[in-house]
């Protein structure tokens, strides 16, 4: 068993680099978000869809039923505009902003705060008298007045990355059974990306171009990160996941990089060579990894087909034989994520328009339009997964004023139904 494994999985995941899409680029390091986890379930806000109903979702009009219910959660009570980083971690959504704070000269003030939901979806009710939902907030987190650029959660951690002008790379790190921050080494950036946030590991890809990867990971155990050798992918437009305790790397394969390949890591810290996805040259995929089921790729050819397939470090790579998606796939511009089996496909970092495949990851059925955003919620807001629901937060409105409002979204529920 590698050290990493030691780590218990938070449930959570962070960006990961696209192969042959715009890598996240990742200039500074992370931050760790603190909370206080203390309190009763919050409750939900139910929506009233004469007042807040979104746009009819995309398909409706070729007789496609939108799956997914919306439901309101308290707003984000961090300043507007200023919220940079989400994550999901034990149980809860957790939001980091930066914002300028005049008591230190015109310098950063980090804040977080936690919303912690229940196995149904539900907000806890934090005061009973009252019934009033409510977000709960947190101190500072020791980043040296760095801007938090992601949030994580890590094995038992939660995980701050933060960076800026004439600030040091930082990085922190929250104790979620202690509740007790500490610092922790960023890794050494140089050209980094960030490959995936894993069930205990957080994982970066380092090189440019058509440069050999070098992945280091980071160690929620031990709070260190470790380098390993190249990987026999390049590093352009690669990244590393972590899937059912497994590292690997996916990405091109060798000049001029045409190939899609995947290659583990063995527990001596080497890598096995790489094996070629069953897919034309050319093909540049986003992939969703789920945490047991392997790392499922979709992307346009070199023609701008869509291609599909499955990779799992025991079983290798299938086809998944998955109908072509609904809309044209534009390289650098969609994302994919795994909600429990299924596979989300969302268009320009938004909601609006995006689309759900029902069984992904076993039992393929068709493309379903996913209800479309509520009309508070801004465009682009923070997307976490979190579990199999989705929560969003944030974003610009219609007049390009950024947004608190926040969102939950529970694939599972019809949209004309009320819980």
């Known amino acids: 068993m590698h050290d990493w494994q030691r780590a218990r999985p938070a449930g959570g995941r962070g960006r990961r680099a696209l192969l042959g899409l715009a890598a996240v680029a990742v200039v500074g390091l992370a ?46 009570p961090l300043e507007a505009g200023a919220m940079s980083a989400a994550a999901w971690a034990d ?20 804040e977080v705060a ?12 934090r005061d009973a008298e009252s019934d009033e939902a409510e977000w709960s907030t947190a101190a500072t987190p020791p980043l040296g007045g760095a801007r938090v650029t992601l949030a994580a959660g890590v094995g038992d951690d939660l995980v701050l990355l933060g960076s800026g002008q004439g600030t040091p ?20 950036l140089g050209g980094s990306r960030l490959g995936h946030i894993g069930e ?13 990867a070098e992945v280091q990971h980071y160690d929620a155990a031990t709070r260190r990160w470790e380098h390993h050798d190249d990987a026999p992918v390049v590093a352009r437009g690669s990244g590393a996941v972590e899937t059912d305790g497994e590292i690997a790397v996916l990405g091109p394969v060798g000049a ?28 540049q995929p986003d992939w969703a990894p789920h945490p047991t089921r392997g790392v499922a790729l979709l992307g346009p050819d070199a023609q701008g087909e869509p291609q599909a397939a499955r990779w799992h470090p025991e079983a290798g790579w299938d086809e998944p034989g998955w109908p072509d998606p609904p809309v044209t796939l534009q390289p650098g511009g969609f994302r994919v994520d795994a909600l429990s089996e299924d596979l989300l496909l969302r268009r320009d970092g938004g909601l609006h328009g995006a689309w759900l495949l029902p069984g992904a990851f076993g039992d393929p059925q068709d493309w379903q339009p996913l209800a479309s955003p509520p009309q508070a919620l801004g465009r682009e807001p923070e997307v976490v997964i979190a579990d199999d629901r989705l929560v ?26 009320e819980r």
């Open 200 to 212: 205990g590991a957080l994982l970066l890809v380092r090189g440019r171009d058509d440069e050999p």
């Open 392 to 417: 969003a937060l944030g974003g610009e409105d219609v007049h390009g004023e950024p947004t608190t409002a926040a969102f939950l979204l529970d694939p599972d529920l019809d949209p004309g139904n």
């Open 256 to 283: 001029p990089s045409e190939r899609v390949g995947a290659a583990t890591l063995d527990p001596q810290g080497h890598w096995g060579e790489a094996t070629l996805a069953p897919a034309e040259p050319g093909w």
């Open 169 to 188: 790379p930082a990085m922190a790190a929250l104790d979620l059974d202690e509740r007790a921050w500490d610092t922790a080494p960023p890794p050494q």
């Open 91 to 110: 149980g809860a959504v957790h939001v980091a902003g930066s914002a300028a704070a005049a008591d230190r000269g015109g310098g950063l003030r980090t």
């Open 114 to 125: 936690s919303l912690p939901l229940d196995g149904d979806g539900e907000a806890a009710d």
């Open 31 to 76: 931050l760790v978000l603190a909370t206080d986890r203390g309190g009763e379930p919050l409750t939900v806000e139910e929506l009233d869809p004469a007042d807040d109903a979104g746009e009819p979702a995309a398909g409706e009009a070729d007789g496609a039923l939108a799956v997914g219910q919306w439901q309101r959660l308290p707003d984000v």
